[in-house]
Each structure stands twice: as C-alpha cells, then as structure tokens.
C-alpha cells in the first residue's frame, strides 16, 4: 500500500505546485497566501509519504484529496484533477491493501513451507 499511495502523494505534490503557479495569475490573490497554502499542502503531501501506513494516515491523505477539489474554487481544473487524484487515491489504498493482504498470505505459505 505504502508505495502505490506515495505515488499518488508525490503526484499531488508536482500538481499543487503547477496549481499554484496558475494562481498566481490571479490578482485578488497575494503571491504570499498562495505560496503559503501551496507550501503547506506540497509539504503534507511529502510527509503523508512516510506516515500513510500509520494510524490516521490514510484519513490524512482524504483530507488532502478533499482540499485539492475545493482548490477547484480558486484554479478551476483542480476540481477535475482533484476528483482524479481522488479516485487514484482509492485504488491505491484499495488495491494497495490487496496486495499486503497477498503478500502476507504468501510470506505465510512459504513460513509453513519451511
């Protein structure tokens, strides 16, 4: 799980960066606040990274999916990309999940093998 959803994150991380270059553009937004909240969500989608196998992880990242939709507000595609990193960000837990649950099962049958 941990290296499907680390892929998703470090995703978001080069999408909110682009995003917020195209914030910019805006001039009802100073370049500090964007930069801010831009920074902050790149630097929680790094550190998700390490922590989406520990507890709350996971809710963490949702939390991270439904900030990058609302961004949609602000730079419109992010509605569109944020419901795509949403639906990635399902499968990688999802299928991420399946195959701990295969690889543990296999580790198991190759213990008793021994």
Same mark, same amino acid.
Request: glycine share 10%.
């Given at each position: 799980?941990?290296?499907? %959803?680390?892929s998703?994150?470090?995703?978001e991380?080069?999408?909110?960066?682009?995003?917020?270059?195209?914030?910019?553009?805006?001039?009802?937004?100073?370049? =500090?606040?964007v930069?801010? *909240? %831009?920074? *902050?969500?790149?630097?929680?989608? #790094?550190?998700? %990274?390490?922590? !989406?196998?520990?507890?709350?992880? *996971? &809710?963490?990242?949702w939390?991270?999916?439904?900030?990058?939709?609302? =961004?949609?507000? #602000? *730079?419109?595609?992010?509605?569109?990309?944020?419901? %795509?990193?949403?639906?990635?960000?399902? $499968?990688? !837990?999802?299928?991420?999940?399946? !195959?701990?649950? $295969?690889?543990?099962?296999?580790?198991? &049958?190759?213990? &008793? $093998?021994?």
């Open positions: 799980m941990r290296t499907l %959803c680390s998703t994150l470090i995703g991380f080069f999408i909110i960066g682009f995003a917020g270059l195209v914030a910019m553009k805006d001039d009802s937004l100073s370049s =500090s606040a930069w801010t *909240v %831009c920074g *902050v969500a790149m630097a929680l989608s #790094v550190l998700l %990274c390490g922590m !989406v196998t520990r507890p709350g992880g *996971v &809710q963490l990242g939390a991270l999916q439904i900030a990058l939709i609302i =961004s949609g507000f #602000v *730079v419109p595609l992010m509605f569109f990309l944020g419901a %795509c990193f949403a639906a990635l960000w399902w $499968a990688s !837990v999802h299928f991420g999940r399946k !195959v701990d649950e $295969a690889k543990a099962r296999w580790a198991a &049958q190759e213990a &008793q $093998a021994r």
